[in-house]
């Protein structure tokens, strides 16, 4: 299975048309992706304006599964020994 990149660019699309009356109308389209439970930094930097605690508990968040998961990957082998 193929993992998408971590962080793909930001996509920009500007889209330029004219109305019924003649008159143009612009629409401006972004997106971005990224994967993996750590968000890109400029990403953490958002969250940090909302609310400065977000960033070190989007942390904790990712070390807590992680030790989770790492304790039941060692209860799975234990088990099968």
Do not use: C, W
Not at 7 to 30: F, K
């Amino acid at each position: 299975m193929d993992n998408p990149p971590a962080i793909a660019p930001d996509d920009d699309a500007i889209v330029t048309a004219e109305d019924a009356d003649g008159l143009e109308q612009h629409r401006s389209v972004s997106a971005s992706l990224f994967s993996g439970p750590i968000r890109p930094p400029a990403l953490m930097r958002e969250y940090a304006e909302i609310d400065p605690d977000f960033p070190r508990r989007f942390i904790e968040i990712f070390e807590r599964q992680q030790t989770h998961d790492h304790e039941v990957e060692k209860a799975v082998i234990s088990t099968n020994r």
